[in-house]
């Protein structure tokens, strides 16, 4: 089973990054081809505490994978929880992000290229954060209700779409706020 | 033992005298392998009856100039439809149908590795077939009157912009196989880690029959260029629904990235449904000539060599867009670099039964006409890979004949190929040779009366796409061959779907190994029962049932 889970997650890692390659292409390409305003450079703030909160919580899940190893249920429940709250918090920086450049600057995805692209590519991977935090949802009840204990090499499994997803966004970071500001 | 004994006594009880409504049930609920298997592919061909039917009505509207035998927008339509159906709803259904059915058994194991993702893929593809062929009926819905798409296959923008597209017919082209891809990316998934993780006691990745191989090298490619076409949907989905811009040419976007996107995914596309057709043909042919097959490293590597040169080639599609002569060199010749691998496998073939004692089964005569036809079609690609000669004859009659000769005459007869030569392990009983032979005759001569001709009108200047044309281009009598073919054809699948029929009541029984084949699957029973093996072979060579049969001249000494 869990070398069928490992190869399948594998799998979908790599049709995922596929999905989100033509995302980052497309915003690539069309860098500076907005034919009015807000631009990016008017508009964008740097999500550095995003970035940071996201980006921290692949180290507490990897933190509660290990506790898991050494059989402390609990104290990866604890764990995995920190981790939920990381990635609670990233995506409320995203809505926050969202609605000052919605309410504050009018930019939404029909407003130009800029917006059509930044949406759809931030979008993306804030959809993939959200079925992230519900498999980790899951995970943390499995943990303090100490069925996980059994399912190790599953939440094993279920971690490495986490990092998947922190991966991806280091290149919407760097897509985005560094290379197309 | 008792479960093994219970499932084989309820075996003997199926079929025989149980409500219809339980084995429904039974069908609807399963997760097996080879039942999803069968339901791929039967829903395959029954898309393929009705993609059939479009283009009958197609080839009526163009028998002669000036016909009106469907009104020009219906015409729009039926070629949209007949191209999306054979693509998505006949070639990929039956390859990973075939698949489905046949990698757990050629590699030993019991089922695929997640048979539930396998049943959710059916069944998502299935909705996504119905929903594309609802929209005959439902069209733009509460919106209007009933309209299927008409944007052709590849749906190329700004034509699929609301603008240019109002109403839901070209929603429901995109969503139908928006959520159909979702199905294939499950089912290629489940392959990559099935063949990876559960092949049996010593079926090494060198001994796997080709057909596996195939089944492996399409999946891994399906992962990497299906999801592509997913996203051009998803932001043509958000074009259309959410006012984005990634296709709006008045907003400064560019239309040819949707072209670059979709064929990214559409050229791949055609090498995930002409590899296992290749695995077919591998399989048959050592078979019927009896001899092993030749070169069997080399067919393995070409396989991998088409993927991976495949992904590098989809702008040839693109020579009339005005890339510049940089990018146009180079896809030309990448395209041309395909045509290396590809005539390795020929040679395999031919080596195979160079020296055989060949018998002409009807699965042998649809794999030899397979091997002309794939040839013809093959030079005619490499005659289109060069961009000068593209720049004359894109979007004419001659590439449709080109890729009709890829997937009908090639793909579709290695089909018809693996039906008439699986079809005893699946149902337990022979097909007729004496219809298959009237199938294959009747076929074979009508097909290429109908696409043999239709270089010439293509050749002459006849674009594609056109619902008719003037009366003083000389194109009238070459369409009227070509339409001529078309009876022939028809009466050959009705004598296919009457040989299946008859035989599935009265056919010869089978037995496990009615061929004297070498591959896992006839080492079980026809049909294989749920588990598939009482007991799973050993394996030692890349034939293990010849080792079986012959335990005093084992084929491993000579790998």
Not at chain 2, 11 to 38: F, I, M, N
Request: aromatic residues 14%.
């Amino acid at each position: 089973m869990n070398e069928r889970g490992r190869v399948g997650m594998i799998g979908l890692i790599v049709a995922e990054t596929s999905l989100f390659a033509v995302f980052v292409v497309a915003y690539l390409f069309y860098i500076g081809k907005s034919l009015n305003g807000p631009y990016p450079k008017d508009v964008l703030e740097l999500p550095i505490f995003n970035t940071v909160c996201l980006l921290s919580s692949s180290i507490t899940i990897a933190v509660a994978l290990r506790a898991l190893r050494t059989g402390a249920a609990r104290r990866a429940g604890v764990w995995l929880l920190l981790t939920i709250v990381l990635g609670a918090v990233f995506l409320a920086g995203t809505a926050r992000e969202w609605y000052r450049l919605i309410v504050g600057h009018g930019l939404t995805i029909g407003t130009n290229l800029f917006g059509t692209t930044f949406y759809s590519l931030v979008g993306l991977h804030a959809s993939h954060v959200i079925v992230g935090l519900a498999i980790l949802i899951l995970l943390c009840v499995f943990a303090f209700s100490g069925t996980l204990r059994e399912h190790l090499e599953r939440a094993e499994i279920a971690s490495w779409y986490w990092h998947f997803v922190d991966g991806v966004w280091i290149v919407v970071f760097t897509v985005v706020y560094l290379v197309g500001r | 033992m008792s479960v093994l004994a219970d499932t084989m006594a309820s075996r003997r009880g199926a079929g025989a005298h149980r409500p219809l409504l339980a084995v429904l049930h039974e069908w609807v609920v399963t997760v097996d392998h080879k039942r999803l298997g069968v339901m791929y592919v039967v829903s395959g061909l029954v898309f393929l009856v009705v993609a059939g039917l479009e283009a009958s009505a197609m080839r009526l509207q163009l028998a002669w100039s000036g016909l009106h035998v469907v009104p020009p927008g219906t015409f729009n339509q039926l070629f949209t439809m007949h191209g999306t159906t054979m693509v998505f709803l006949v070639g990929i259904p039956i390859v990973f149908g075939f698949g489905n059915y046949l990698v757990p058994l050629m590699i030993g194991a019991r089922d695929l590795a997640f048979p539930r993702l396998n049943a959710f893929g059916f069944w998502i593809f299935l909705f996504g077939g119905l929903l594309l062929h609802f929209s005959f009926l439902g069209g733009e819905g509460l919106y209007g009157g009933g309209a299927a798409p008409a944007i052709g296959w590849f749906a190329y923008a700004p034509l699929t912009e609301r603008a240019f597209t109002p109403g839901n017919a070209t929603d429901y082209w995109n969503l139908a196989l928006l959520v159909a891809g979702v199905g294939t990316i499950a089912t290629a998934v489940n392959m990559v880690t099935t063949i990876a993780t559960m092949r049996g006691p010593g079926m090494t990745l060198g001994r796997m029959p080709i057909f596996v191989w195939e089944i492996l090298t399409i999946s891994a490619l399906t992962l990497i260029i299906l999801p592509p076409l997913t996203a051009a949907q998803i932001m043509l989905l958000l074009d259309r629904f959410l006012g984005a811009h990634f296709f709006d040419t008045q907003a400064g976007a560019s239309a040819v990235m949707w072209q670059h996107f979709f064929w990214f995914f559409g050229h791949p596309e055609v090498y995930i449904l002409m590899l296992p057709g290749f695995g077919f043909a591998s399989e048959i042919i050592p078979v019927f000539s009896r001899k092993v097959l030749f070169g069997y490293p080399m067919l393995v590597a070409a396989s991998a060599g088409i993927g991976l040169v495949g992904m590098g080639t989809w702008a040839h599609h693109m020579f009339v867009v005005g890339m510049g002569s940089t990018l146009n060199a180079a896809f030309a010749a990448s395209t041309m670099l395909v045509a290396v691998p590809t005539g390795v496998k020929i040679f395999n073939w031919l080596g195979t039964m160079y020296g055989g004692k060949i018998r002409f089964g009807t699965p042998m005569l649809f794999c030899c006409a397979f091997l002309f036809q794939f040839l013809c079609a093959g030079l005619t690609g490499i005659m289109l890979s060069v961009a000068p000669f593209d720049w004359q004859l894109s979007d004419s009659y001659f590439v449709v004949a080109h890729f009709h000769f890829m997937l009908v005459g090639a793909l579709v007869f290695t089909i018809f190929a693996a039906i008439y030569y699986w079809f005893p392990k699946v149902t337990g009983r022979m097909l007729s040779e004496r219809l298959g032979r009237w199938h294959f005759w009747l076929f074979v001569i009508g097909f290429n009366i109908t696409f043999l001709t239709m270089h010439v009108p293509g050749m002459l200047g006849m674009p594609r796409r056109i619902y008719t044309y003037p009366a003083d281009r000389g194109w009238e009598i070459w369409n009227l061959v070509v339409t001529l073919g078309l009876p022939l054809q028809i009466v050959g699948i009705l004598i296919f779907v009457i040989n299946i029929v008859i035989s599935l009541r009265r056919g010869a029984p089978a037995g496990d190994d009615p061929w004297d084949a070498w591959t896992l699957e006839w080492a079980t029973t026809s049909p294989p029962p749920a588990y598939n093996f009482d007991v799973v072979p050993v394996v030692s060579s890349r034939r293990p049932l010849w080792d079986l049969k012959h335990p005093d001249d084992p084929d491993g000494p000579h790998e």
